[in-house]
């Protein structure tokens, strides 16, 4: 197999990056604020800081990104008998619809640096409430969330980084098999004990990019998350590796296929995937 590796040397400088990003945007809050000054604090957006920052961090992230995986695609290139195919491809992607998905991602992933504040702002109210319904005081509550705002802040954060950073590679790999023609990858997970049980399931498993499983449902659990490729839910660390020769799989292999998983030789998978 290619070495389509999560990419967790740019997820560590990203979450860096924000980090110091939102240390100087935490240097404003007010440290004796009630719930109200808090909210307001929140939906100032970060200030002019975040905004004019956001574009510079997502471009960055994303090119690293796709510098890396382009690297994993020439590493497949010179062990797959359609090396020259995909070398010329490679030359020529970022004009067509690969180049349009890197500067889409940079798009949405600048939006979503610009976005935190509002999302600390929602996750913040949802415990406000959870706790004012406990009949907790407002000015217990505001004291609690000022002393813990800080660490708050880089959980939201580190959550984000390794969510989005996960996903942008996923799309980059996905828009790059596209573009080459390669329908199908083998999800991967990180092989842990912290891999939750459904992606558990999907391991080592053959997947259409256009026919993407829900996880959930397969294990018979309920989720909100619905159909998602590899790399796509939060906090997902799985990969995708785009299936470039068939000689790659150990047949007989696991495929999921319209909502169910079984256990097909190469030649069922041929004539499923043709």
Known sequence: MPAFHRPQR????????????????LRTFPHDADLESIFAFLGNGGGER????????????????????????REAAAKSSQGKRIYDLLRRE??????????????????LIRSMPQDLAQTLAS????????????????????????????SHIAMLARTEVSSAAESITRARSENLGVKWY?????????????????????????????????????????KYNAGHA??????????????????????YSRGSITRMTRAKFIQIST
């Open 10 to 25: 740019i997820e560590q400088e990203y979450r860096r990056a924000l980090n110091a990003l939102m240390e100087i945007w």
């Open 50 to 73: 975040v905004m004019k920052a956001s574009d510079s961090l997502a471009r960055r992230m994303v090119t690293q990104i796709a510098v890396q995986n382009a690297q994993s695609w």
């Open 94 to 111: 970022m004009a067509g619809p690969v180049g349009a998905s890197v500067r889409s991602l940079v798009s949405t992933h600048a939006a």
């Open 127 to 154: 415990q406000i409430a959870t706790r004012q319904m406990r009949g907790e005081r407002a000015e217990t509550i505001a004291k609690d969330i000022r002393g813990r705002f800080p660490a708050i802040t880089r």
């Open 186 to 226: 083998q999800w991967l997970s990180s092989e842990d004990s912290r891999v939750r049980l459904s992606h558990r399931k999907m391991d080592m498993i053959l997947v259409n990019w256009s026919d993407p499983p829900s996880p959930e449902a397969l294990i018979g659990q309920r989720s909100t998350l619905g």
């Open 234 to 255: 939060p906090n997902c660390r799985c990969t995708g590796v785009p299936i470039i020769d068939l000689d790659e799989v150990t047949w007989p292999c696991r495929v």
